[in-house]
């Protein structure tokens, strides 16, 4: 008999959450975490960049208070501060996820794991045992072999960028996806000059294409180049060809390189131990089962989705197949990556789910509808009317069931779920339309959305 | 006399009764236990005997109407009996002015059949349209589920009643708002909490693969090795898709007598080597014999773009080199004016250049057909891809003895030589594509005369 039901290599968000669940259901489970608990998301991801934009949105409100009737002289931030309430919130995270993994009596082992095969992993240097394999260990922020790159201490990753000891006068990001978005509204609300070279002609292509317009456009302070190719950095300037062909500089004194980030698959045995992979992910199926049996693979190291949400989905699903094969199944157990809702926490905020307009014409006929979001009171009430807010709704126009939903403004990360559920479910903009919003919230700019599609 | 017979309460709590259908017409005589009418409450469904005696002289309400409790619904008298004041009476009074004369209906026969189906019954058939009561119908119809997909009906004779429906619709599988109603059946959702998705119904997984438990061994047998695709390997396949996918190949197989050809190669190779024939091969004297025929076959000899065939007056010929970087088509440039030692001469340069890695690029393209010769291996028919824009490709086989039947009837063994031709149908019809096999057929076995012109 195997020592353990289950063990889990990584301890990040799909990891955890399925050691919780397991340990849930009675499963002797093992966590082995060389670093952290929390994985990227809590340590040097979702969490820190929260915490830090919080303060950059806090100062930002306190600077202009005034066209509502509070003003306040002396504004001002320490970054020494924003960095401490950065690390006191992930402290407390990261030791929560350490006492639940402890009360639920998960074994949690503080070394280096590698998979020798299927209920065979070494975690350092001890073989164990179990009846299944959990494959978490996530991601790494892509570093391109760009010249003037490596070994370069003007050039950080979003690791290093979240550890900076100062505000930097003027910060250049490579790269317009969510990471180098965020970095960039943060430090432009902290007085950095930046600037954001994309190589794609809009930043942020996951989102519909006027959503991401318009989210370029509201944030404050930002110089965005797009359609622009780096050759090469020197010092912390960052070289590039412009889209009309013609060389161009950006002199900072930090450079981020935020071109997203690859699925950690090697240092850990996976070619060893025959398991099917590339350099996109380890493959799994819509359970989450690898080629090999029995062992399992969630989060970012799959490649599927490089999100924190999208990982605790995995690991839920690996749990429920474990636990359970025929019961998951007739649940419906499966990963549907087309609606699994993303977030973007800059000034303004934005999120979406499901298909954009482009992926949808691409199927079919559809209808699709915009409105601003100072249709709602809420949001005009306390961002005025020149705030920068949208939503986008998307719908087929044979079956009228809604394919996304993508919305730029304040909340629209905390209301995006229920445009996630209203496509689970695929109900129609009819259906959508019956569904009743409180008043006054700015989630009813989805509503009005859906009303607005013409018929 | 006549009287009119009103809906009994049924219960406490039963405002109203709908009348599934009469069990009785106008004229009938019955008694007090004959069963009128076959009604349903929102509870159950129940045969509703007359309680009284006589002839039916009117029925008051329709199959699938609503009556209120107490409310006149059947008439019942002697033959003949004038009834116009008492279908006054029923039309306008309400129900609690009945006549106080009215027998009540005994609430006891009334008792709910449907726990005791008769035998008609107890076989349950598919239930149709048109046995299944109003309610049951008004229910599938709001809830969109086919009455098809109710098993049987539980009401009097089998009849498909509200609670028929209610039960499929609990025990049916669950779906989305997208896919309500449609036959869901048998299919394992994907969706939320296991809800059959539109695309579980495009394209339904059976529930046998989806249940079994844990994963098939898919382990690889031991380590393995990935090899991204680059350089020629990367255009290779490249080409060979878009040529599989944007053309109507097909191959013809066919073959030729091989001894003109051998005794000519046997002829050559025993010449003197100051003559320059001592070289020239087999695959020689075909392509030869290929662009002489070409000549006359000039749909097979044409580029396909654009929808506009260009064909060509000359040739120049590709011939596939295996190489150690992969296949190679280099192009013998104008070969339809070169005598067969030039071309031989030209074949080995180019191949060797191949072989050798320092082909000159522009000789890589502009081929106007194909051959591809896998005789050497032995291969006996293939179906080689064309290299399109080209419109055909040959495929020369392995010359093997194969039995023939002579003539004078005689069974004996002759040396042939295989040809595999693939031909666009796009522009080449399958007789195009004979004519030139024929016709090459016919040039290979005469090459002794065929390399004299």
Known sequence: MAEFDVIIIGGGPGGYLAAERLAHAGKRVLVAEKESLGGTCLNVGCIPTKSLLHGA??????????????????????????????????????????????????????????????????????????????IATG?????????????????????????????????????????????????????????????????????????????????????????????????????????????????ADTVLMAVGRRPLVEGWGAREAGLDYAPGGVRVDDRMRTNLPNVWAVGDVTGRSLLAHAAYRMGEIAAAHIIDPAAAVRAGQVLRVDTIPWAVYSMPEAA????????????????????????????????????????????????????????LGTYAPETIWGAAGVLETELTIDDLRQVVFPHPTVSEGIREAAWAVRD | MAQIIVMPALGNTVESCLVSSWQVA??????????????????A??????????TVLALLAGEGDEVPVKSPFLIVGAP?????????????????????????????????????????????????????????????????????????????????????????????????????????????????????????????????TLVEPGRPSAAFPGAYSDAPLKGIRKIVAERMMNALATSAQLTYNSSAAASAL?????????????????????????????????????????????????????????????????LLVPTIRNADAMTLRQLSAATKELAAACISGKIDPDLLSGATFTISNLGSFGIESFTPIINVPQTGILGVDTIFPRAVIAKDGSVGAEQRLGLSLTADHQVVDGADAARFLRDLTKALEDIDLVVMG
Not at chain 1, 90 to 99: F, I, P, Q, S
Not at chain 1, 171 to 178: C, S, T
Not at chain 2, 45 to 54: Q, T, W
Not at chain 2, 271 to 296: C, E, H, N, Q
Request: aromatic residues 4%.
């Open chain 1, 352 to 407: 979406g789910v499901g298909l954009t307009e482009a992926q949808a014409r691409a199927r079919g006929e559809v209808l699709t509808a915009s409105v601003p979001l100072v249709l709602s009171g809420r949001f005009v009430a306390e961002n005025g009317l020149k705030a920068p807010g949208m939503v986008k709704i998307v719908v087929d126009a044979a079956t009228r069931r809604v394919l996304g939903v993508h919305m």
């Open chain 2, 262 to 326: 051998l005794a000519l190669r046997a002829r050559f190779k025993g010449s003197d080597a100051d003559l320059g024939f001592a070289g020239i091969t087999i695959g020689d004297l075909i392509s030869y014999a290929t662009v002489r025929t070409l000549k006359g076959h000039t749909g097979l000899n044409a580029h396909l773009l654009d929808g506009t065939l260009r064909t060509f007056d000359g040739v120049h010929l590709g011939l596939a080199v295996d190489t150690p970087r992969g």
């Open chain 1, 139 to 251: 991601s790494t922020p892509a570093m391109p072999p760009i010249p003037g790159t490596r070994d370069n201490p003007a050039v950080v990753d979003s690791t290093g960028l979240l550890a900076i000891d100062h505000v930097p006068d003027r910060l250049a990001v490579i790269g317009g996806g969510v990471i180098g978005v965020e970095f960039a509204s943060l430090f432009a609300a902290l007085g950095s000059k930046v600037s954001v070279v994309e190589m794609m002609d809009e930043i942020c292509p996951f989102m519909d294409a006027d959503v991401a317009k318009a989210l370029r456009r509201g944030i404050a302070g930002v110089d965005f180049h797009l359609g622009c190719r780096v050759s090469g950095v020197e010092g912390a300037s960052v070289l590039y060809t412009d889209a009309a062909g013609a060389d161009q500089r950006i002199d």
């Open chain 2, 45 to 54: 469904a129940m045969d509703l005997p007359a309680g009284v005696a006589g």
């Open chain 2, 80 to 208: 003949g009996e004038d009834i116009s004041a008492l279908l006054a009476e029923a039309g306008a009074a309400p129900a609690d002015d009945a006549p106080a004369d009215a027998p009540a209906v005994p609430a006891a026969p009334a008792a709910p059949t449907t726990t005791q189906p008769d035998a008609a019954a107890s076989a349950p058939s598919q239930p149709s349209d048109a046995s299944a009561s109003p309610r049951a119908k008004a229910l599938a119809s709001r809830e969109r589920l086919p009455l098809s997909a109710v098993e049987a009906g539980t009401g009097p004779h089998g009849r498909v009643i509200e609670r028929d429906v209610a039960a499929a619709l609990a025990a049916g599988p669950r779906t989305t708002a997208a896919t309500r109603g449609q036959d869901a059946a048998g299919v394992q959702g994907t969706g939320l909490g296991g809800r059959v998705t539109a695309a579980d119904l495009a394209a339904p997984v059976p529930l046998a």
């Open chain 1, 57 to 134: 949105k806090l100062y930002q409100h306190a600077l202009h208070g005034a066209q509502f009737g509070v003003t306040a002289s002396g504004v001002a931030f320490d970054w020494s501060g924003i960095q401490a309430w950065k690390t006191k919130t992930v402290d407390a995270l990261v030791g929560g996820v350490g006492m639940m993994l402890k009360r639920l009596k998960v074994e949690v082992v503080r070394e280096h794991a590698t998979l020798i095969g299927p209920g065979v992993v070494e975690v350092g240097g001890v073989r164990r045992t179990a009846d299944h394999v959990i």
């Open chain 2, 26 to 43: 106008v004229g009938d005589t019955i008694d007090a236990g004959t069963i009128v009418a076959e009604i349903e409450t929102d509870k």
